[in-house]
């Protein structure tokens, strides 16, 4: 069955990246006196673009939560990843741009950071559940992480800003993960197992203020801003929890360790080429399709140049 979590955390990885280029398409159509509010939301829910890139997130959460099903959040999560391989050339191409050798570089560099992190771990499945007391010491160590994010995003302009935000959705979204695991195993003990824990109540609350970060992130910035981020925080947070809460094990030998530091150097070193990308910095310069840039973003450009 761990063939079959592999195959569906792929696709959801696939499904997820189409989805964040519509939904970060739109939400840069969105006023900036929204950003970070529920509003942020509900002026998305009227553009069509938007409501099809939720489908695919609707999608790609369902094949995650199969993924998560039969296989553990060490190993999942990191899949997902891989949509990044598809997210930003698409996003890219979507605004009528080209990757250059730099882009390139650094989306393969994160892609394989985590991938190398993923073989040398190697993780193994533990137990679905864990204690109320890991569930709270979980909750205020995301909450404290997501909080970071977001003063951060306030102190900051663009570009970092939507990577700052983008750090507080990819911390929500490893709690989310773990939360889906937990809500996924009490669904097979029953539905009246299901509906009367407070997990699924939860996932759903950390799924809305998940969003509005995420969305706030796309509205900042070009989806190369952002989604490496999201991709490098998400499956680090997931990967603490599983094995903090859950119970699953990582290989802690010293050749594992050392490629473990090396993935993860990777992947530091993809997040920053790709914010100081040439094509990054000229969309985040443009700003939305059929706007003109405002003359802070162009003297961002001038200075990252």
Known sequence: MLALSVIAALAAGCTFAVGSVLQQSAAREAPLSVSMSWRLLVDLAHRRKWLIGIGCDVGSFAMQAVALAFGPLALVQPLLVTGLLFAVPMAVRWRGRRLGATEWAGTIAVGAGLAMFLAAASPSDGSPTTSWERWVLMMIAVGGLMVVGILLGGAVGPPL?????????????????????????????????????????????????????????????????????????????????????????????????????????????????????????????????????????????????
Do not use: N
């Not at 969003?211 to 900042?220: E, G, N």
């Open 161 to 305: 800003q939507a990577s700052a935000y983008a750090l507080s959705a990819g911390a929500a979204f490893g709690l989310l993960a773990a939360l889906t695991k937990t809500s996924t195993h009490l669904l097979g003990e029953g539905a009246s197992v299901f509906f009367t824990s407070w997990q699924p109540y939860m996932m759903a609350v950390v799924a809305v203020a998940g969003a509005i970060v995420q969305q706030s992130a796309f509205q900042a910035g070009p989806l190369p801003l952002s989604l490496p981020v999201m991709d490098a925080v998400e499956p680090t947070v997931a990967v603490l929890i599983g094995v903090f809460a859950f119970s699953e094990q990582l290989s802690t030998t010293p050749d594992a360790l050392a490629f473990i530091a090396l993935g993860i150097c990777l992947l530091v070193a993809g997040i920053v080429t790709l914010d100081r990308s040439p094509v990054v910095l000229e969309l985040q310069a443009a700003g939305p399709p059929g706007k003109r840039a405002t003359g802070r973003a162009r003297r961002a450009q001038d200075a990252a140049a």
